[in-house]
């Protein structure tokens, strides 16, 4: 029996991590959950009763064996060191250690083995890393990936609640003939695309577009792997969606590549459907279709994978994590 704590357990993510940790079949004494003082009182259900949220303070994680972080970078920046202090292990799914030294990046099904040499701190990757990782973990078994090209289709709901509310409300503005309102992106997102997901970098590539490479090559253990990556926002609500073109060292026979993608633990081959982001949401199988031989490179595999990005993307790929480090005392 295990005792877990939720960091920011009234979002998206710690609800779905809540969801999570019942699924999972985790044996757990307590669940604690943990948010800002405005939500202290506030009752989530869990399994056939309810849980009450408590203030996230200093002292609020002595006794627990593991917490779960759905919170700000700055925000986990905050709690870390209590939470270290506290004895706990920290799996957050903030990007603020992601790239840290000594800090495992971890996809359960591609290298569950770096959680176990954490130091008290295990992080999540970025939603459309984990999947777009996901479909191209397999192939990268037939033969090294050498070089990935890569855009994101990523719904709103990446961007928190308030993404979701903003799509809600323009496309009601719309039908009713009011003013549009942008709020949380750099344009009207109703019935449109953005190429603008995070804030730019020197090099004209933007934050959420360089995890793409950085935590790549975390993950697959690979600091020579290539990436270039455009990150789109759509009007989904949820379930984000990728294609991916990547270069292999030899040339493979693509039965060969559909075959391990099929075998592929948390995988689902799509070979006569396209994967779609109503198809995907609400699970944690990364859908992956549309698999053919590049034009430009004759080692070259282009595909298309789709994933929930709330829950494989974020909630559950945490709470994957806290289960593999379970199975594996």
Same mark, same amino acid.
């Given at each position: 029996?295990?005792?877990?704590?939720?960091?920011?357990?009234?979002?998206?993510?710690?609800?779905?991590?809540?969801?999570?940790?019942?699924?999972?079949?985790?044996?757990?004494?307590?669940?604690?959950?943990?948010?800002?003082?405005?939500?202290?009182?506030?009752?989530?259900?869990?399994?056939?009763?309810?849980?009450?949220?408590?203030?996230?303070?200093?002292?609020?994680?002595?006794?627990?064996?593991?917490?779960?972080?759905?919170?700000?970078?700055?925000?986990?920046?905050?709690?870390?060191?209590?939470?270290?202090?506290?004895?706990?292990?920290?799996?957050?799914?903030?990007?603020?250690?992601?790239?840290?030294?000594?800090?495992?990046?971890?996809?359960?099904?591609?290298?569950?083995?770096?959680?176990?040499?954490?130091?008290?701190?295990? *992080?999540?990757?970025?939603?459309?890393?984990?999947?777009?990782?996901?479909?191209? *973990?397999?192939?990268?078994?037939?033969?090294?990936?050498?070089?990935?090209?890569?855009?994101?289709?990523?719904?709103?709901?990446?961007?928190?609640?308030?993404?979701?509310?903003?799509?809600?409300?323009?496309?009601?503005?719309?039908?009713?003939?009011?003013?549009?309102?942008?709020?949380?992106?750099?344009?009207?997102? *109703?019935?449109?695309?953005?190429?603008?997901?995070?804030?730019?970098?020197?090099?004209?590539?933007?934050?959420?577009?360089?995890?793409?490479?950085?935590?790549?090559?975390?993950i697959m253990h690979d600091p020579d792997l290539k990436v270039t990556c455009t990150c789109v926002r759509v009007p989904v609500f949820r379930s984000h969606s990728i294609s991916v073109t990547c270069?292999?060292?030899?040339?493979?026979?693509?039965?060969?590549?559909?075959?391990?993608?099929?075998?592929?633990?948390?995988?689902?081959?799509?070979?006569?459907?396209?994967?779609?982001?109503?198809?995907?949401?609400?699970?944690?199988?990364?859908?992956?279709?549309?698999?053919?031989?590049?034009?430009?490179?004759?080692?070259?595999?282009?595909?298309?994978?789709?994933?929930?990005?709330?829950?494989?993307? *974020?909630?559950?790929?945490?709470?994957?994590?806290?289960?593999?480090?379970?199975?594996?005392?």
């Amino acid at each position: 029996m295990t005792k877990v704590g939720i960091l920011g357990a009234t979002g998206a993510v710690g609800r779905q991590m809540l969801e999570c940790l019942g699924e999972q079949g985790i044996e757990t004494e307590e669940i604690r959950l943990l948010a800002s003082a405005r939500s202290v009182g506030k009752e989530i259900p869990f399994k056939d009763g309810v849980l009450r949220v408590q203030e996230a303070k200093e002292d609020s994680f002595d006794g627990l064996d593991y917490v779960l972080g759905a919170v700000s970078n700055a925000l986990s920046q905050k709690f870390r060191p209590a939470i270290e202090k506290s004895g706990a292990v920290y799996i957050d799914n903030s990007s603020a250690f992601r790239l840290e030294e000594g800090v495992p990046l971890v996809v359960p099904e591609i290298n569950g083995e770096d959680a176990l040499h954490h130091h008290g701190l295990i *992080a999540n990757p970025n939603c459309s890393t984990i999947i777009t990782y996901m479909a191209l *973990a397999p192939i990268y078994h037939l033969s090294r990936i050498t070089a990935i090209n890569a855009s994101t289709y990523q719904a709103v709901s990446g961007a928190g609640m308030g993404g979701i509310e903003e799509l809600s409300e323009q496309v009601e503005a719309i039908r009713t003939g009011k003013e549009v309102q942008v709020k949380h992106f750099p344009a009207q997102i *109703a019935y449109n695309c953005i190429a603008e997901i995070g804030s730019y970098t020197d090099n004209g590539y933007t934050t959420e577009e360089m995890k793409m490479l950085n935590e790549g090559r975390k993950i697959m253990h690979d600091p020579d792997l290539k990436v270039t990556c455009t990150c789109v926002r759509v009007p989904v609500f949820r379930s984000h969606s990728i294609s991916v073109t990547c270069v292999t060292e030899k040339k493979l026979d693509l039965d060969e590549v559909k075959r391990a993608i099929d075998a592929f633990d948390g995988d689902v081959l799509m070979d006569q459907k396209v994967p779609t982001p109503l198809m995907t949401s609400n699970q944690d199988k990364v859908y992956v279709g549309r698999i053919r031989r590049d034009l430009v490179n004759e080692n070259g595999i282009t595909l298309w994978c789709c994933g929930d990005q709330i829950r494989k993307g *974020a909630a559950a790929n945490a709470v994957e994590i806290l289960k593999y480090l379970e199975d594996h005392k």
